[in-house]
């Protein structure tokens, strides 16, 4: 009676697991919508540039060209309780034209992203300029810190003969690990400016490219719990059932 008690938990745990969803140990998501905004104080400030295969951030001076860039995730499926890690990354498209001027100086790309349930989280890709861009302040290199919370940068990068096409660089923060975790309707935007101001555009691949990855989002997990817990209570059975065998 004891034997037959002990096979059928056995059956019952292995059964258990088999039916278990499987657990990344990451996650990586790519963007559902990615544009640069530009100014130039004339109609580019109206214009959209959602369509195109590359995003840019610049900043020389106000009314000079400048670019600011917009990337959303949806995170719908994505278990927050098991979050431990988030990483952001970019790939990169200068190469060739990277020499111009001599410029071989460190950029930097800074990262914020939009409030959790912010009126603007709704942006079009196909709509979105520099006049409407959520949280968009026209006048500096920043975005409006109201309604932003600054997670870190993305660098140091070079506009030299050392950055080719399809580099990737990416960064880590607890600051964007609170933004995924915090969220509450499944929508992540992140914004970028380039600093320090230099007038020279840095490229990055978009989410439609066709050669190089776009803004990826990459989120690391623990281990389900329930899993943990359904083998824990199977082997305390078995042991248990063993113990009273041995008796």
Not at 2 to 17: E, F, Y
Request: proline share 4%.
């Amino acid at each position: 009676m004891r034997l037959t008690t002990t096979l059928l938990m056995i059956v019952v745990v292995l059964a258990s697991l088999g039916t278990l969803p499987a657990t990344a140990d990451a996650v990586s998501l790519e963007a559902s919508a990615d544009a640069h905004v530009m100014q130039t104080g004339g109609s580019d400030n109206t214009n959209n540039f959602g369509a195109e295969t590359a995003l840019l951030i610049k900043w020389n001076g106000l009314n000079a060209s400048n670019r600011k860039l917009y990337v959303r995730f949806d995170l719908t499926g994505v278990n927050k309780a098991l979050l431990n890690g988030a990483t952001f990354q970019m790939t990169s498209l200068w190469g060739s034209e990277s020499s111009q001027a001599g410029q071989t100086g460190n950029l930097f790309a800074q990262v914020s992203a939009l409030n959790d349930l912010d009126l603007g989280e709704s942006w079009d890709e196909s709509t979105i300029t520099y006049n409407n861009a959520p949280a968009n302040d026209p006048g500096v290199n920043d975005f409006d810190p109201l309604r932003t919370t600054d997670l870190g940068t993305i660098g140091p990068y070079f506009r030299s003969s050392t950055t080719v096409p399809g580099m990737v660089f990416s960064f880590s923060s607890q600051a964007l690990l609170d933004a995924v975790q915090d969220d509450t309707n499944n929508i992540l935007t992140l914004l970028m400016v380039q600093t320090p101001p230099n007038g020279f555009s840095s490229q990055w691949a978009a989410r439609d490219h066709g050669t190089f990855e776009g803004p990826t989002l990459i989120l690391t997990m623990v281990p389900e719990p329930q899993a943990i817990a359904l083998v824990g209570t199977g082997l305390a059975g078995l042991l248990a059932c063993a113990r009273r065998k041995r008796k």
